[in-house]
């Protein structure tokens, strides 16, 4: 019984882990947080955990309900996530939209900005970047396992494993949503760039892969 718990656990976290990606997406969230001071940044840094939290529960309860509702499939999820996904990131390895962020940063921020970054903390922050479809499918994935057995209190157990696991990613991604400020002024502003570009790249490949697996499960070629 334990063996199995620690291999649920396992399962889903190495699964999760490098979807969610709580280290690189705080850097590349961080750049929507330009100019917010501290309090400001401690609100908007646990409203996206609380969406976080909301989007990886509800998907491992009610996610497959949602699906069958609408009439949509896991892969239609993930090319429609995977080409949001390549859209964003497009729009970070351009310089559109620099120019006002460094605007942002020359003045202290005032009520409409905080309330515009506000109006992103849902959609694309942590939708689809750190909550996407990817990791939304293999949340529904480990979900289907964990009922593929007709034992329903091994898996009533197992989706309570996979719960843990999404709360553990959470809390992750609030510590390094938190400490991202302090992490890159010890890089610095060049190095910060550097990672940033580099980050923006591999979330555009990122999407393009989840994209193209929807692509090849939709129309059953394989592509990768």
């Not at 497959?64 to 009439?71: D, K, S």
């Not at 999820?77 to 996904?85: F, S, V």
């Not at 809390?171 to 060049?190: C, E, P, Q, R």
Request: with cysteine; aromatic share 10%.
């Amino acid at each position: 019984m334990l063996q199995d718990i620690i291999q649920v656990f396992s399962a889903a976290f190495i699964a999760l882990f490098p979807v969610v990606n709580p280290i690189g997406n705080a850097f590349i969230v961080n750049n929507f947080l330009e100019g917010l001071n501290d309090i400001q940044r401690k609100h908007i840094v646990k409203q996206i955990t609380i969406y976080c939290i909301c989007i990886g529960i509800g998907s491992l309860i009610i996610g497959r309900a949602v699906l069958l509702l609408f009439g949509l499939s896991i892969p239609v999820i993930q090319l429609g996530g995977g080409l949001m996904i390549c859209k964003t990131a497009l729009g970070w390895l351009s310089d559109a939209g620099r120019s006002q962020i460094r605007e942002n940063k020359q003045k202290t921020i005032d009520n409409l900005n905080y309330n515009n970054i506000q109006k992103d903390v849902f959609y694309p922050i942590t939708f689809p970047i750190i909550m996407g479809s990817g990791s939304i499918s293999i949340i529904f994935t480990l979900a289907a396992n964990s009922l593929a057995n007709d034992n329903v209190t091994l898996g009533l157990i197992n989706y309570i494993i996979i719960a843990l696991v999404i709360l553990i990613l959470c809390a992750l991604v609030y510590f390094f949503l938190s400490n991202a400020t302090k992490i890159v002024s010890k890089i610095g502003t060049t190095g910060n760039q550097i990672i940033n570009k580099l980050l923006a790249f591999f979330t555009f490949c990122i999407g393009m892969q989840i994209a193209l697996t929807g692509i090849s499960k939709i129309f059953h070629i394989n592509i990768l």
